[in-house]
């Protein structure tokens, strides 16, 4: 799940005023329609903050109108006809050449996006890196997008399915894979060959901006990617509810995905949907407990926690829970929380003051379940280097209940909950035992065991001896009851949402044949 947010726009706090202050010489950023640059027309922008430090504005953007979106979707459906008549081979040429500029600016487009979402550099720089790889891996689609041939039940009759576009498609995304994200919408969607208008987190505008300013560096026609900035309220329900806007792709909170869901049942578009995780480290008595502790801790607080796939819970054999807490509690204490273009930073702040209160309000209410204990962390670090950013303790659980609601609810940062188990069965149950389905792992050396695991757990994401982070692109991303509504992102799968089918039959014998009806007979 991913929350907006920090537009600080109007009525500035103390913080906004202090980062107006020294953000005068910001870069104001515009929308891109129909290949031109262009202020919204309301005239206003937004302030992107950096979170590691919010006296210092990135950028300000276009605080965007419905009018504003009008224009960008009627961009994309100016544009549409003619994309889709380009073969795909050669819309994927651009593609390619949209990877190549990415691989050239990477160091720039990693450091601009610590800057606007605070993760390390190291993890922004895999940021860019899955934007190439879905760029390369999608690109390749061009000369493939297959479809099938199969027999037909009449003599002299040819039966095919091939793919074809969707049409326009609406993209909303988040903040906190700012480019690896859009790229796993984007490049399908154009692959495809659909027209696109984005609209990106108010959080992260400044790598969807990166990312578009390559599309059109790298020849992508006008029209074909536009993108509009602004609260999801106005212009995501703007292109939500725009009746030529055929799908919605969306990644963020499970309350924002109900919304859309809502708003595309009622005319009918299609939509996909990528939200929340609780997921779960299962770890078993066979363990090597140091690559398990290892596994937590990056999966726990890589990204400050912020990740769909975040390992949020961590089930426990008791007869290595003990050493298991114990190293895993002294490897949080020694991670170095700061600014993230630090390269001595292990981990970066929260992406707002929003998330950093209800993460905070989290701790709280672990706090108060009867049994759990906090075992570290668990406050906001605001000293010293910390003092203008939104950092907080990495945060340990220990002797967790699988029904708290630090256990069943998703946090989005850096706390984790661990819960210990008497078997592999019942750590099988609790894990499975939350709303969201997305991603699990099991530590073990037991190859039955880890099989069992496999088979058992309904997430669309499993892992051996690894933790819950890592997916690659080209192996579908996506989760199962309430992570999703049944589609998959990355893969070939991702070709399946931005396509339909269409059945194609050829009768060439010359008359009337019915299927289901005429006898054919061996003559
Ligand atoms: C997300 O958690 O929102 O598997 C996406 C991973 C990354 C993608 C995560 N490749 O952690």
Redesign the pocket.
């Known amino acids: 799940m991913?929350q907006a947010k920090k537009a600080l726009i109007k009525k500035p706090g103390k913080a906004t005023r202090k980062a107006a202050r020294a953000g005068a010489s910001a870069k104001t950023y515009s929308n891109y329609i129909n290949g031109e640059w262009v202020a919204s027309r309301s005239g206003e922008t937004f302030e992107n903050v950096n979170p590691a430090n919010t006296r210092e504005v990135v950028g300000r953007f276009p605080l965007s109108t419905a009018e504003d979106m009008g224009a960008a979707v009627a961009a994309a459906q100016g544009a549409a006809e003619r994309w889709r008549r380009l073969p795909a081979p050669r819309r994927a040429e651009l593609l390619f050449r949209l990877g190549e500029i990415l691989i050239r600016d990477k160091d720039k487009l990693s450091s601009e996006m610590t800057r606007e979402m605070g993760k390390v550099l190291k993890e922004t720089g895999g940021d860019v890196q899955?934007a190439i790889d879905c760029t390369y891996y999608t690109a390749g689609e061009g000369r493939r997008l297959h479809g099938y041939t199969t027999p037909a039940e009449m003599p002299d009759k040819f039966a095919m399915c091939v793919r074809q576009p969707v049409g326009l498609c609406g993209l909303i995304t988040?903040w906190?894979?700012p480019m690896?994200?859009p790229s796993w919408k984007l490049i399908p969607a154009l692959v495809c060959g659909n027209t696109v208008v984005i609209k990106p987190a108010e959080d992260t505008p400044l790598s969807t901006y990166n990312l578009v300013r390559a599309c059109e560096e790298a020849g992508i026609p006008p029209g074909v990617v536009n993108m509009v900035t602004g609260h999801g309220e106005t212009v995501g329900a703007a292109l939500t509810g725009n009746p030529s806007v055929r799908l919605i792709s969306f990644?963020g909170s499970t309350e924002t995905g109900r919304v859309i869901a809502g708003a595309c049942a009622e005319r009918n578009a299609i939509c996909s949907l990528e939200m929340g995780?609780k997921n779960v480290i299962m770890v078993m008595e066979d363990a090597d407990i140091e690559l398990a502790v290892e596994g937590a801790v990056w999966g726990a607080f890589g990204t400050s926690g912020q990740?769909?796939?975040?390992s949020s819970r961590i089930v426990v054999h008791k007869k290595v829970y003990r050493k298991f807490t114990e190293r895993l509690v002294e490897h949080a204490e020694t991670l170095r929380v700061g600014d993230g273009l630090d390269p001595q930073t292990d981990m970066g702040p929260v992406i707002n003051a929003d998330a950093l209160h209800k993460i905070l309000g989290y701790v709280e209410v672990g706090q108060k379940e009867d049994g759990a204990k906090l075992a570290c962390g668990g406050k906001r670090l605001d000293k010293g280097a910390h003092a203008d950013g939104y950092f907080m303790e990495p945060t340990v659980f220990t002797d967790v209940a699988p029904g708290m609601r630090i256990a069943q609810e998703e946090i989005f940062g850096p706390v984790t909950a661990v819960i210990p188990t008497s078997s592999l069965d019942e750590a099988v149950e609790i894990a499975n035992g939350v709303r969201y389905g997305l991603?699990a792992a099991i530590y073990t050396r037991d190859v039955n065991r880890a099989f069992h695991a496999m088979n058992e757990m309904y997430t669309g994401i499993f892992y051996v001896n690894s933790s819950t982070?890592?997916?690659?692109v080209h192996l579908p991303?996506g989760g199962t009851k309430g992570t999703g509504n049944g589609h998959r992102e990355a893969g070939t799968q991702v070709l399946d949402i931005f396509t339909e089918w269409k059945s194609v039959y050829v009768d060439y014998s010359g008359k009337l044949q019915r299927a289901q009806i005429d006898e054919v007979s061996f003559e």
């Open positions: 991913v899955e988040p906190n894979f690896a994200i990644t995780g990740r769909c796939t975040a991603s982070i890592g997916a690659e991303f």
